[in-house]
């Protein structure tokens, strides 16, 4: 009896030791999760090229976080063994929608970070609201240089690289392929991602073509749908180069209505993130045309094992191939992954805070599809990534444009170092570009 | 010279469908003394209506020509027949009332319409180009210009003529003219003036969404069109004259012919030119250019 009884009481301690041990070891109970607000447009004018396919691309990798379906290293379940809980929001509606919204997420819905936002204006409106309520906000895809050039955040980090990128990586491409470009027009839209870009392009140009002499320089306002008196002014200006920095919508309606009164004829059409309207454009997209996808993306993404599992994944799951908003969504949130699960092994395994979140996420570096992605602008808190660019040609076999004569760009070879702004470092002859 | 014609020529493609836009407008002002703040919407839903007509007519591997004969039949059936049902179904309950009240009930519908589209059809660009190709292309003061762009010139140009002709040299428009000028009198003569009102509003709406329907083949159909074809539209009916169909037409060969300026020679100022000549009209035609002053009546 007292024989059974000891045997009891020690069966009992070494019960109560390992559950303390585990309970110490795996501090993140199976219950515990990662509330992560996602916003994105899922209407207006940016949802079909850009919204949707981010959302999508989400959607696709936290399915797969949440069933530690992902290839190495991100074969852990969801953000260090906590499942990711996605609340998804609308990003259409302005600033000022947006400035609301994100309060809600952080304050309603007890978000843990918010990730998202693809319009330049929304990112400027939306950073400076999450440094004051000190919560972590990841912008993932807006491409204006001016969010960390012009004001100095603790709490918030852009994952994508932005514009300077696009726009250095295409004139880098058109001087290395001998594209000529004695004139030059151009047309953005008027506000922050046309006009930022439109300088960084003209900037450059000014550094590889010091003769390049600018014709027309049109600035229609968003969504303006009608091109008939802008294609007039191109077609009658003749220049070598057409550049525009035009998405979505816009970008389409530009082409559908270009393309009928031969402006790709008489012009080489450039567009800096123009991967997205290629499958529904099909055979309308002219051939010849030099475009960037803002990343090494889709069809000009590089042969991974999280590539393929990323490319040929999204594809089975959306009956279309990811363009450059799904991979961008993609590498925001693995980063994410990767600095929660650096600051879970910093601090024990505990579900990290903020302060832990934004420590570990700077100066952060993490494989995405899209290639190595580096915390390294703006004191750890802007990306930079490799790019590519290539030529449309339509492929009447397979129904689909193939992007041909495709060439990579190095991270460092097309964003400006550490501590200089985007514009001073083009204009400057921009000194210290790695790109062999 | 190719400059002065490429500016000029640019202006009218521009000015044509706006025209068709502004008409309706000024005509339902004209008629039923309602500022219509929805009629961008059945602009919006005209050209929504063609593109699903056009893409049906596609996908039945029938001709272009076909989609564009369909996409007109459509809008004009289910145009006219959506201004009717909101005339008599909606409007018709607040008349005599402020007209702060039909200002604000078109704004609701406005909002309705801008809701249902996007249920109906979705928030992706939607597009119907095959009638864009339809009548080829024609060299033009050395610049290639899409053959549609230019047929809308003389279909415009129709439109505004039949209606002018409608109102001035035909009995029935003899009586909505009648209307326009005293609706008292007209109703002590005897004129079924709810019936006027019914058939100005629905021809309105008719108007509106045939601009939206013949501009469909060259734009990509998203939510949002509605508002900025509006704005422009009441720009037309305040440099024209609200309620003048001479006012519009002149109205939208100002706005279109200013735009294309603009872009050209000045891209920068190309919205500020619009309302820069809305501005000066209202200085020194606070009516418009073609509103006649009436006599304040006691």
Redesign the interface.
Known sequence: MNHFARIHRTAALLSAVTAATLALAEPVSAEESFKLGIVTF????A??SFG?PARNGGQFVIDNLNKAALPAPYNKLGFGGMKVEPVVIDENGGATKQVQELRNLYEREKVDVVLGYIGSGDCLAVAPIAEELKKMLVLMDCGTPRIFEETKYNYVFRTAAHATMDNVGLIRYMKAKNVKMDTLSLINQDYAWGQDSRADFVAAARQLYPDAKVQ??????F????Y???I??L??AGSDVVYSSLW???L??FI??AS???LPKRSQLVFSAADHVLP?LSD?MPDGTIIGARGAYGLMSQKSPLNDWFFKGYEAANGIYPVQAAYRMSQAILGLKSAVEKAMDKNGGKKPSTDELVAAMTGLEWQSPGGLIQMKLADGHQAIQPIAISRTKYNPDSKRVDLVDIQYFPAECVNPPPGVKSLDWIKGGMQGAKCN | MNFFLTVVLDGLIQASWLFIVALGLTLVFGVLKILNIAHGSFYALGAYIAATAVTTVAAHGLPPSFGFVAMLISVALIGSAIGLLLERGLLKMFYGRDEVVLLLVTYAVFLILEDATKLIWGVNPIYATQPYELFGNIEFAGLSYVGYDLVLLPVSAAIGVLVWFGLNRTVKGKIVLAVIHNEEMSVSMGVRVNRVYAVAFAFGVLLASLAGALTAPKISMQPGLSSDVIILSFAIVVIGGLGSVEGAAVGAILVGLARAASVHLMPQAELFMIYLIMAAVLMFRPEGLFKRETARRI
């Open positions: 899922l209407s207006g004018p949802a079909d949707v027309t320089d049109l600035l229609p306002k969504g303006a749908g009608q008939g008196t802008e007039s002014a077609v009658s979505g919508g816009d389409q309606a559908l209505q009928p009164r031969g529904p309308r």
